[in-house]
């Protein structure tokens, strides 16, 4: 019997960026929610850009958010996990000298900018919709962060996989987050810690949990789930975590799985 679902938004339940989430899938979780199925919403996104998919839905949902680094539910934080000081300033000005990318850096809630390149700003703004704070020096606020992210379109992937990911691997937890994001966070930072927390808190089992996922920062969500799914479109190395292979976000993959596996079709 299936208690817990938590499943990944960009690039497995909608294309990546997109402001909303299709009907069906609103209607779904009313639908788990009302057989007392506990549903988390697992996102490299920031809390207040998920949530405004889901306002219809958002006080029966488990966010886990920066990718397990903000854990929040109706409007209470269960958890963070912030960057020490040192690793901060060091990969920023370490980002802040690669040409061509942009930089997103994450409190819990708020999104620090420094660009002004408006097409970046309307990613982050008007596409995720993410609660957006624009300054000139982020080292300069002083603030907590629990995310930073380097950015590039059509794909930064050479960039993260050979470069900073083995760079940074030994002191952050840094993941692919998409084919356009490289996502930095503490050690223990990870969208699987995070869906255990839940699991311990609820006394929910992995073979009472249902995961689906796309990318790198999924696998640890995927391996503690017996029914795991990855998207058809995911990287081997992600199916190889997955029980199970799924349709894609073009074919509403996610919604099919859960009608067939909760006779609502």
Avoid at 81 to 93: A, C, G, M, N
Avoid at 130 to 158: C, G, M, Q, T, Y
């Amino acid at each position: 019997m299936i208690k817990l679902v938590a499943t990944d938004v960009d690039g497995t339940l909608v294309k990546d960026s997109s402001p909303e989430v299709y009907s069906e899938m609103i209607e779904m979780i009313k639908k788990l929610r009302a057989q007392d199925i506990i549903v988390c919403i697992a996102s490299g996104r920031q809390y207040g850009s998920i949530s405004k998919m889901f306002k219809e839905v958002a006080n029966d949902l488990i966010f886990i958010a920066n990718n397990g680094a903000h854990i929040k539910c109706r409007g209470v934080d269960m958890h963070i996990s912030k960057i020490d000081r040192p690793y901060v300033e060091e990969l920023t000005k370490e980002l802040r000298q690669i040409p061509d990318c942009e930089k997103a850096y994450e409190g819990a809630g708020v999104t620090y900018l420094e660009t002004k390149n408006e097409d970046f700003i309307h990613v982050i703004r008007d596409q995720y919709r993410n609660d957006v704070a624009f300054v000139d020096d982020v080292l300069a606020e002083n603030v907590d962060l629990v995310k930073i992210s380097i950015f590039n379109r059509p794909s930064i992937r050479k960039l993260g996989e050979e470069k900073l990911i083995p760079e940074w691997s030994d002191r952050l937890k840094a993941v692919m987050a998409g084919e356009d994001w490289v996502d930095f966070m503490d050690k223990s930072v990870d969208k699987g810690n995070a869906l255990k927390t839940i699991q311990d808190f609820f006394h929910i089992s992995p073979d009472e949990t249902m995961v689906f996922g796309d990318n790198n920062n999924d696998i640890g969500m995927l391996d503690v789930a017996t029914e795991s799914y990855a998207v058809e479109t995911a990287p081997d190395v992600v199916k190889a975590h997955a029980k199970h292979i799924c349709p894609s976000w073009k074919e509403k993959g996610v919604y099919q799985i859960l009608a067939e596996k909760f006779e609502e079709i």
